[in-house]
């Protein structure tokens, strides 16, 4: 049985049917009491917060013998969390997990880190073994993943717990949360809204399609190996495409074009793809969509989606 925590997340539930497919065993689990879409799924659902010890009685005796740790909170344009949710929840809330792996003799541990936690340590090709710099507003969300790294990588020293911590770059696929960039950029575009572009809109994201993702933590629990890999796609692309491309889209299906307009910059660091040298080695990871094949390959499926509900 593979434990999936977070599994409510775009990520997890993504993660939850693949598994599922392959024919795996699968339990889902997440901070609300039940969620409807592993019901019409059939996959077996419990409420497991976490940063709440009694929670874990709810996965006892469940045979698990894998965990995915998705569960975290993170930061949005609409909402920054505190400083004591991001550590109690991202960062000591995996204690009670690998606590319970030890416990329950687990024999994977997948751990889902960012690459926020690079900070401004980061460049194009930055390697895992670069000393991590969190800065600017999504510092103490990148600190509490960072913190969970080192949580996890002494658990595999002191306790033998066979653990792989990835750290993904942006995962693009959903778009149905409108906070996340892609779906608010399109939906403000498609609205006939002004898009405002931060500083010289040359901002790189190293961006991974929900697939790519999937096939890496697939990797990653059949691996012997252990230790830190990046997930990317390891081809850079800048805001100016991501636009761009929104805005060629919005031509094609309006025959109107979109008023972009350039704000000043919060902050100050220019972006960066991260290296695939280690995960390509030791994970045999190689991603299908590359850079503006990503952004491509959602709009593609948004058009597909949308065609399909008229």
């Known amino acids: 049985m593979i434990l999936i925590t977070g599994a409510s997340g775009?990520?997890?539930?993504n993660l939850a049917t693949y598994l599922l497919g392959k024919g795996d065993d699968v339990l889902a689990s997440g901070r609300r009491e039940q969620d409807e879409f592993f019901n019409e799924k059939g996959i077996p659902y419990v409420k497991l917060d976490i940063s709440n010890k009694d929670d874990f009685a709810n996965i006892d005796n469940k045979n698990i013998t894998k965990?995915?740790?998705?569960?975290?909170?993170?930061?949005t344009q609409k909402k920054v969390h505190s400083s004591d949710e991001y550590i109690s929840i991202n960062g000591n809330g995996v204690l009670n997990l690998l606590d319970f792996s030890?416990?329950?003799?687990?024999?994977?541990?997948?751990?889902?880190?960012?690459?926020?936690?690079?900070?401004?340590?980061?460049?194009?090709?930055?390697?895992?073994?670069?000393?991590?710099?969190?800065?600017?507003?999504?510092?103490?969300?990148?600190?509490?993943?960072?913190?969970?790294?080192?949580?996890?990588?002494?658990?595999?020293?002191?306790?033998?717990?066979?653990?792989?911590?990835?750290?993904?770059?942006?995962?693009?696929?959903?778009?149905?949360k409108?906070?996340?960039?892609?779906?608010?950029?399109?939906?403000?575009?498609?609205n006939g809204e002004e898009l405002l572009i931060e500083g010289?809109?040359?901002?790189?994201?190293?961006?991974?399609?929900?697939?790519?993702?999937?096939?890496?933590?697939?990797?990653?629990?059949?691996?012997?190996?252990?230790?830190?890999?990046?997930?990317g796609s390891e081809?850079?692309?800048?805001l100016n495409q991501i636009v761009g491309a929104i805005d060629d889209y919005v031509h094609k299906v309006t025959d109107k074009r979109t008023v972009i307009r350039h704000i000043?910059?919060?902050?100050?660091?220019?972006?960066?793809?991260?290296?695939l040298e280690k995960t390509k080695k030791f994970l045999g990871y190689q991603p299908k969509y590359k850079g503006m094949e990503v952004i491509q390959k959602v709009l593609d499926d948004y058009h597909e989606n949308r065609n399909g509900s008229l």
């Open 200 to 231: 010289t809109g040359e901002f790189i994201f190293d961006v991974v399609y929900v697939t790519d993702c999937i096939d890496a933590i697939n990797l990653a629990l059949n691996t012997p190996n252990t230790g830190i890999y990046n997930m």
């Open 264 to 275: 000043e910059s919060k902050d100050s660091k220019p972006g960066y793809v991260m290296s």
């Open 102 to 176: 030890i416990q329950n003799k687990i024999q994977k541990f997948v751990n889902l880190s960012s690459l926020s936690v690079y900070g401004a340590a980061g460049e194009n090709g930055v390697k895992e073994d670069v000393n991590l710099e969190p800065f600017g507003a999504y510092a103490d969300y990148a600190i509490a993943k960072i913190l969970a790294e080192l949580f996890t990588g002494k658990y595999k020293i002191d306790h033998q717990l066979n653990a792989v911590t990835l750290r993904l770059g942006y995962v693009f696929g959903d778009n149905s």
């Open 235 to 238: 081809e850079p692309v800048t």
């Open 67 to 75: 965990i995915v740790h998705l569960a975290a909170i993170v930061p």
């Open 178 to 190: 409108e906070h996340l960039l892609l779906p608010r950029l399109l939906r403000k575009a498609l």
């Open 10 to 13: 775009f990520i997890g539930r």
